[in-house]
C-alpha cells in the first residue's frame, strides 16, 4: 500500500513552547490528509481535515489557534502544537487519502509527544 | 460517532482462525466497510475493506452478510504478531471523508 511518514516518531517538550510534527505522503498525492490525537487506552479521535492548498477543518472542542495545521503541498502536511501543556501529551497520527488511489486512506506511524 | 459495534476483546489460539464480528446496522447503501488494526505504540494499519461482496486479500478475509448489517473479519492462521487492537469502521470511501474509529476489538493471540 501507500506510504505515510511521520517525523518525529517521538518528541519531549517544556511547557509552554511549540512543537512541529510533519507527515508526508512518499508515494503518492495526498488531496487530503487528517490528524488524530489518541490518549493512552483511548481509540483514535479525529482533530482535523486539511486539504492542499485551504485552511484546515476542525472538530467542535479542536482549538485551531493551539493546533496550527499547514497543508501546503500535496506531499507534506504540519501539525503545529503552539504552547504545549503537560495536557497536550498524546500520540498524534496523520493520514493521507488521494483521488487517485483505492478508497482506503494510510495511516503514518504516530508522534509520540510528551510535554513536561 | 461511530457507526459500528464490536467486542471489547477476544482471544484466540496461535494457528487457529480468528473471527471478529462487527455490527453497523445504520450503514447506508453507498458506504464501505473498512477493517483497520493497530499494534501498540504505532498508527493503524489497513487490512481489508467492502462494499456489499466477500472479500480477500493476503492478510484476511472479510465476510459482509447480505444485509450489511454486520461483518467479520477473518484471520485464517493467527500469529502472536497479529495481537493488536482490530477497528472495523463504516465510511464513504470517499478520499475527503475522515475515517471515525469506535473502541475496537483487543485480540490477544497466545501459544
Known amino acids: 500500500g501507500a506510504v505515510v511518514s511521520q517525523h518525529p516518531s517521538r518528541v519531549i517538550c517544556k511547557s509552554g513552547t511549540s512543537v512541529k510534527i510533519e507527515c508526508r505522503s512518499l508515494?503518492?498525492?495526498?488531496?487530503?490528509m487528517f490528524w488524530y490525537r489518541q490518549f493512552p487506552k483511548q481509540s483514535l479521535m479525529l482533530m482535523a481535515t486539511?486539504?492542499?492548498?485551504?485552511?484546515?477543518?476542525?472538530e467542535q472542542g479542536v482549538e485551531k489557534d493551539k493546533f496550527l495545521i499547514n497543508h501546503a503541498s500535496l506531499t507534506l502536511s504540519t501539525l503545529t502544537v503552539t504552547s504545549a501543556h503537560p495536557e497536550d501529551s498524546s500520540f498524534y497520527i496523520c493520514?493521507?487519502?488521494?483521488?487517485?488511489?483505492?478508497?482506503?486512506?494510510?495511516f503514518g506511524q504516530g508522534t509520540r509527544l510528551t510535554v513536561v | 460517532d461511530a457507526k459500528t459495534t464490536q467486542p471489547t476483546s477476544m482471544d484466540c489460539a496461535e494457528g487457529r482462525a480468528a473471527n471478529l464480528p462487527c455490527n453497523h446496522s445504520?450503514?447506508?447503501?453507498?458506504?464501505?466497510v473498512y477493517w483497520y488494526r493497530q499494534i501498540h505504540s504505532q498508527g493503524p494499519q489497513y487490512i481489508i475493506h467492502?462494499?456489499?461482496n466477500n472479500e480477500t486479500n493476503e492478510m484476511a478475509s472479510l465476510i459482509i452478510t447480505e444485509d450489511r448489517k454486520s461483518s467479520t473479519l477473518i484471520l485464517p492462521h493467527a500469529t502472536l504478531r497479529d495481537t493488536a487492537v482490530y477497528y472495523c469502521?463504516?465510511?464513504?470511501?470517499?478520499?475527503?471523508?475522515?475515517?471515525?474509529f469506535g473502541k475496537g476489538t483487543t485480540l490477544s493471540v497466545s501459544s
Open positions: 493520514s493521507a487519502s488521494s483521488n487517485s488511489l483505492n478508497t482506503e486512506a494510510f
Open positions: 508515494d503518492f498525492q495526498a488531496t487530503t
Open positions: 486539511s486539504n492542499e492548498g485551504s485552511k484546515a477543518t476542525y
Open positions: 445504520t450503514i447506508s447503501g453507498n458506504e464501505y
Open positions: 467492502g462494499l456489499k
Open positions: 469502521i463504516v465510511g464513504l470511501g470517499q478520499a475527503g471523508t475522515a475515517l471515525i
